[in-house]
């Protein structure tokens, strides 16, 4: 059985894997509405797996017999309008929710709380590949600079992104 206060943390990370959802959402729209259509895909893949990373924690409240309490999700906030700020941009937010894990993590841990824990060990790995992925984003936008063919070629190497994770979550 879950503690209240790891119940009460797992529904505050569904609220904030919501808000990253929302937010690459945000920012598959504003790239897409730019010209650059691959970036966009690119951000929309990004989106489903946010809401797949919110759906795995909702699912597992719901295995342990723990209510969900859904709140409301923040407006994304965000100035930036090139790719090479927005990746800088979802780098930074990805540290934020790597961080937000880690702590549930360490609740886990320390209310020998074993099967929260291994759920929080397979985030703790997938926010490894979700900081990664941008910071090899942000090292590519680095080599070819603002050159417009360089920017076109990512554009076109983003877009050939497909989603890797469950989109039905009847399934999880």
Same mark, same amino acid.
């Given at each position: 059985?879950? +503690? ?15 808000? +990253?959802?929302?937010? #690459? ?51 994304? =906030? ?6 090479? @700020? ?7 937010? =990805? ?30 790995? @997938?926010?490894?590949? =979700?900081?990664?992925?941008?910071? @090899? ?14 920017? #076109? ?20």
């Amino acid at each position: 059985m879950l +503690s209240k206060k790891m119940v009460d943390r797992i529904n505050e990370q569904i609220n904030r894997e919501m808000y +990253s959802a929302y937010l #690459y959402l945000a920012m598959a729209a504003r790239m897409q509405e730019a010209g650059y259509k691959g970036v966009g895909k690119w951000m929309m893949v990004q989106y489903h797996e946010e809401m797949f990373h919110a759906m795995k924690f909702y699912a597992y409240l719901q295995d342990q017999g723990a209510a969900v309490e859904l709140k409301a999700i923040a407006k994304p =906030e965000f100035k930036e309008t090139t790719i090479k @700020e927005l990746f800088q941009h979802a780098l930074e937010h =990805e540290k934020g929710v790597s961080g937000s894990i880690r702590e549930i993590a360490a609740l886990a841990r320390e209310e020998k709380d074993y099967a929260t824990e291994g759920l929080a060990q397979w985030y703790v790995a @997938e926010q490894v590949e =979700e900081e990664r992925n941008a910071t @090899e984003i942000l090292q590519t936008i680095d080599l070819v600079g603002n050159s417009a063919q360089g920017l #076109y070629l990512l554009n076109v190497e983003l877009g050939k992104r497909d989603l890797g994770v469950a989109s039905d979550f009847t399934k999880l």
